[in-house]
Every structure is written in structure tokens, then in C-alpha cells.
């Protein structure tokens, strides 16, 4: 099989069109037609359908496509590798964190990674734990830093827990709560800046309201990542729910209560599939030992 038809065959799937295709990869149509009847011939089925003015991909047409997406993938870090191999410790490392850990961790990493590797990149991408994970099968990034999920293991991915962390109620310094015995009663009557539903911290809090016979929190404001809570919260009497470390500037203050507060763990991971590239490995190796320092301060 010719690597190139795996290229051209996975812009066909993407863009039902055989000109439009062609004109996105630079090659003539009929080129695109030769790929198709050399796969057709290859694995002796039909993998596609004419559908109006465009195409449709079969049964076997779709499994192709998606053993084709893994297998691209796999291309990719083959290329990445063998480059990094040939010209040492450069590339680029693809991360996606939460916001408490781009704040408070990666600083200290980014300056180890000046002293020891200063030719490698990295990249950060900062979101909520569902969106990370889905970039991470997908391969839009190497790997995330993030919490641990309470769902069972993805086989997709390969996790290690390597930090510890208390998620707590967190309010401005101001406000009518803070020096108060708070209830649960109390937290259900406020107005909040909370994360997407779909975020485990979020569903836990909801989880810990509705367990109590209340409502969950009111999100009056729902911010993807979290980072914009902050100066929200400055100017209101809202409420949030984040990491302990987002307190160490002094803006906010927690609102104590030991129903509200999750203890969690970090993990690292990373795609099972395929290769860990050196530089992807070293990043790790120096993000466990930095961490451990962390945890131990």
C-alpha cells in the first residue's frame, strides 16, 4: 500500500467530495480515483457511494476511515521520533493542563526545561478535564495534566497519579460568607461562577447538594476554563469551587466546609498507542520529579 492513499483516502472521508480533495491536496481527481480503486482492489470491497453531487463512505469505508486516522497518527510519531533521534533533544511537547496547574506548576517546569533542554517547545493548551482528554485520543496533544477520573480506566490512555490537591468553595474577601459558620443551606442560596456540567468537579459538587435533599449550585456564570472567575467574582458576591493553590495570591479566600470540599489526585497520561517520544519522555521524567518536590513542600 502506498502511504500517500492513506493521506488522500482520509481527505476524501473528510470532505465527501472527490474534486474538493483533490483541490485541498493539490492533486488531480483522477489521482483520487486511482487511490480509491487501488484500496477497493487492495481489500476487495466497495468503499464508497455516490450521494447527490458528492460521495458517502460505506460500511467498510468508515472502518477504514477510522483505522486510517489511527494509523496517520502513528505515521506522525514516527516521523516526530526519527526527526528527534536524528537531531537530539528539539521537537515540540504538546500539554494540556488545568488552569491551577498552568498557574502554579508549569512555571517551575518551563524554567527546568530552559536549563536542561532549551532547543524543545511546548505548547500549552488550558481547559476543563473532558475537552483535554478528547484532544488527547484524538492527538491534537501528547499529554495532559489533569484530575484523576473517577470514571474506570480508559484503555486509550496510559495514567499515573502524581499529585495531591483539595478543591474548596472560594469567594472574594468580602464577601457576607467569609468568617461565617456556613451551611450547605447557606452555599444553596448563593449565585456561582462554576465549570461546565460535564466537568467531574462540577459533578461532584452538584452530586454533594443533591445527596443533602437541595438544589444543585445556581451557576449564574459558566466559564470554560475557570481562569476568568477571578475579576467575575472582584466585582460580585458569586461563589466558585477551585484548587486550594488558586488562593495563594490573596484575591480570594476559601469559605469553609468539610461537605464541600474535594480532596483529589493529578494524574499525568499520555496516548497508550504508539510512541513516547524523547523529548516527550524527558518532559514527563522532569514533570514527576518536580512534582514530588511539590508534594512534599
Known amino acids: 500500500m502506498d502511504i500517500r492513499d492513506i493521506r488522500y483516502f482520509l481527505k476524501i472521508a ?58 496517520d497518527q502513528d505515521l506522525s510519531d514516527i516521523r516526530k521520533e526519527v526527526s528527534e533521534l536524528r537531531s537530539g533533544l528539539t521537537g515540540m511537547v504538546r500539554i494540556g493542563c ?12 518551563c524554567k527546568r526545561v530552559r536549563e536542561t533542554a532549551p532547543a524543545l517547545q511546548l505548547t500549552v493548551r488550558v481547559a476543563m478535564d473532558d475537552a483535554l482528554r478528547d484532544d488527547l485520543r484524538a492527538g491534537v496533544i501528547d ?35 467569609v468568617g461565617q459558620n456556613v451551611t450547605l443551606q447557606d452555599l444553596a442560596e448563593q449565585a456561582w461562577v462554576l465549570p461546565m456540567p460535564t466537568v467531574s468537579t462540577r459533578r461532584w459538587l452538584d452530586e454533594v447538594f443533591r445527596k443533602a ?32 493553590r488558586n488562593l495563594i495570591s490573596g484575591e480570594l479566600v476559601e469559605i469553609p466546609n468539610q461537605q464541600t470540599t474535594l480532596q483529589r489526585n493529578f494524574e499525568v497520561s499520555h496516548r497508550a498507542r504508539g510512541f513516547l517520544a524523547p523529548s516527550l519522555r524527558f518532559f514527563i521524567a522532569l514533570l514527576e520529579r518536580e512534582l514530588a518536590n511539590v508534594a512534599s513542600a
Do not use: W
Request: net charge neutral; proline share 8%; hydrophobic share 45%.
Open 14 to 71: 473528510e470532505l465527501c467530495h472527490l474534486s474538493r480533495a483533490a483541490d485541498d491536496l493539490g492533486v488531480t481527481q483522477p489521482a483520487l480515483t486511482k487511490c480509491v480503486a487501488r484500496l477497493e482492489d487492495d481489500f476487495g470491497v466497495k468503499l464508497l457511494n455516490r450521494s447527490g453531487r458528492g460521495i458517502a463512505l460505506t460500511e467498510a469505508g468508515q472502518v477504514l476511515r477510522d483505522r486510517f486516522l489511527l494509523l
Open 98 to 109: 488545568s488552569a491551577s496547574i498552568a498557574n502554579y506548576v508549569l512555571p517551575k517546569i
Open 143 to 177: 499529554m495532559t495534566i489533569s484530575p484523576e477520573r473517577a470514571t474506570p480506566a480508559d484503555e486509550a490512555l496510559v495514567s499515573r497519579v502524581l499529585l495531591s490537591d483539595a478543591v474548596v468553595v472560594v469567594a472574594h474577601r468580602g464577601h457576607p460568607l
Open 213 to 244: 435533599g437541595l438544589p444543585p449550585p445556581f451557576a449564574a456564570v459558566t466559564a470554560a476554563p475557570l481562569v476568568s472567575a477571578p475579576p467575575i467574582m472582584a466585582q460580585t458576591d458569586m461563589l466558585s469551587f477551585m484548587s486550594r
